[in-house]
């Protein structure tokens, strides 16, 4: 470096561009340690969350799993006495009971839910709107609501107990989370699909069920068996509606039970017996809506991949 060259005033854009270094790295620093706390707070929340569902299943199947048998999963029950107290049969019609409860409600709430779903993602009206605050309202209702609505109208309709009521009482509380996972989906379909379907001269109705839901699929599945699996788990509808039932009976318009129902007597029995098999009961209860859950994202993942 000669003498010309150190009598030179300082460049100013160097000057600028290493003030701006120091604040890009500062920044980066602040951000490094914000995601840092962030992430240590979700890491901490997944542990608080998962330690309590640990115990949860580690208590159902330490207590549970001693009582599930063959005959557990496909007799009826039979009433205990003091003289036999640990007969106590088993949850097959409880089993057949809740297929035939959640399946009828399903049948409702599926179709509804998914038009409902359509319609809100379509239309930005005011009546779209209001749906749509209906559907949010009642996704956050006691679900216990449902079952005093259906027992007003259902059960004193029909004068007596039924399968069917409890049915419309589930679908009621399925129709507002299918309508809400069919609109997100829907309206994720791309525009340009919509558009090239109508660009080629098909009608609107046409694109929708050629184009539009058979893309939305995947996510309208996963809503439904959510859904479904919410419902099988729900206790407080079914008090006031579906009766009771000892028998296998698939008949809706009878009486007939299911299997929270059966955990809920159950577990305020008096036989001891009766008290362990609730856990048995809960277990494969856990385990139906598990295996719900893990088809819904199978299947869900697997169609998105095909449509890649």
Not at 52 to 58: D, E, H, N, R, S
Not at 144 to 171: E, N, P, Q, R, W
């Amino acid at each position: 470096m000669t003498v010309f060259d150190t009598q030179l005033p300082p460049d100013p854009m160097l000057e600028r561009r290493r003030l701006v270094q120091e604040a890009s790295a500062k920044k980066l620093r602040g951000r490094k340690i914000r995601s840092s706390v962030f992430m240590s707070s979700l890491s901490g929340a997944l542990v608080v969350s998962v330690i309590p569902l640990g115990f949860i299943i580690a208590a159902l199947i330490s207590k549970g799993a001693s009582v599930i048998s063959g005959t557990f999963l496909t007799a009826t029950p039979i009433q205990p006495n003091l003289l036999d107290q640990d007969n106590i049969g088993g949850i097959g019609n409880a089993i057949t009971g809740s297929l035939l409860v959640d399946g009828v409600a399903a049948l409702i709430a599926v179709p509804l839910g998914v038009l409902i779903g359509l319609y809100l993602s379509e239309s930005d009206s005011r009546p779209s709107a209001i749906l749509r605050a209906v559907a949010e309202i009642m996704t956050g209702l006691p679900s216990i609501l449902f079952g005093v609505f259906s027992y007003i109208y259902i059960v004193t309709a029909m004068k007596g107990y039924s399968a069917l009521a409890a049915s419309i009482a589930l679908s009621m509380l399925m129709t507002p989370v299918i309508t809400k996972a069919a609109e997100t989906a829907l309206r994720d379909v791309p525009v340009t699909l919509k558009e090239a379907g109508l660009a080629l001269g098909a009608r609107q109705s046409k694109v929708t069920l050629k184009v539009i839901l058979p893309y939305a699929f995947p996510g309208v599945f996963t809503g439904v068996l959510l859904a479904l699996a919410r419902a099988i788990g729900e206790t407080a509808p079914l008090l006031f509606v579906i009766g009771a039932s000892i028998i296998y009976d698939w008949n809706p318009s009878h009486p007939n039970t299911a299997m929270p129902l059966m955990i809920f007597n159950y577990a305020g029995s008096f036989y001891e017996s009766q008290q362990a098999a609730a856990w048995g009961v809960a277990l494969t209860l856990v385990t139906i809506v598990f295996a719900l859950n893990m088809i819904a994202r199978l299947v869900a993942a697997r169609m998105r991949r095909e449509q890649r």
